[in-house]
């Protein structure tokens, strides 16, 4: 019986051809049996750190996943940089619903543009973001809304 997703064969000797060890992958495949290719580790990491609460800062050991937290740093980065190509941009917002597994990043700049790119023929957003996510934007100059579901 062949190895699921992520499990991996514990037999040693056993020889594989080159069908079993190299297969073609969608993207999202990829991503989803090798994410430390991508985001690092999506081992438990704990450490001491300083957190506020309570109106004080407390030092505290927490855990997190250093993937994840990677991930959140790059949406971050990315909302930010909307500030360069937008002096006008003063608002960024980070919206998490714990219950809902659901991340929500809202900046009030230019956003991406909604229209479709001439050599790809696809629509910016789709360009940039490919097909793993839920997108949802907002073309300010163009007064347009693109939304994408995987």
Sequence with gaps: MPNRPLETNNNANTKKTIEETYQKKTQLEHILLRPDTYIGSIEKHTTSQWVYEDSEMKL?????????????DEILVNAADNKQRDPKMDCLRVDIDVDSNLISVFNNGDGVPVEIHKEEGVYVPELIFG??????????KRLKKYKQVK
């Design 60 to 72: 505290c050991s927490i855990s997190y996943v250093l993937g994840l937290y990677k991930i959140f």
């Design 131 to 140: 097909h793993l996510f839920v997108i949802e934007t907002m073309d300010g």
